[in-house]
Nanobody, 117 residues
């Protein structure tokens, strides 16, 4: 099973993008769905995650601008990104944590987001 991230692109400052991450097959007992990003020369950082119970956490740098949500029927997680800034430029990765007892991490391939002024 693989995760497919999509929705990246190039936008100007203040623009919006919505990223999607869907599984190629069935993944059961999903505990957490998360988005990370990695800018050139920087470490990968957590952007947002949503738990099984629909609790959400956002990094301080994106609070008020980004929203994470999921569609259980489609087994898809979204990252709505508004008011984009140049510092949001990065490759965005989705990660799912799933399993009971034995927990597995699933990573998507990454989608590029470029914000230009």
């Amino acid at each position: 099973v693989q995760l497919q991230a999509s929705g990246g692109g190039s936008v100007q400052v203040g623009g919006s993008l919505r990223l999607s991450c869907a599984a190629s097959g069935s993944i059961f007992s999903i505990n957490v769905m998360a988005w990370y990003r990695q800018a050139p020369g920087k470490q990968r950082e957590l952007v947002a995650y949503i738990t099984r119970g629909d609790s959400t956490v956002l990094a301080d740098s994106v609070k008020g601008r980004f929203t994470i949500s999921r569609d259980n029927a489609k087994n898809t997680v979204y990252l709505q990104m508004n008011s984009l800034k140049p510092e949001d430029t990065a490759v965005y990765y989705c990660k799912w944590v799933a399993g009971r007892g034995v927990v597995n991490d699933y990573w998507g391939q990454g989608t590029q987001v470029t914000v230009s002024s």
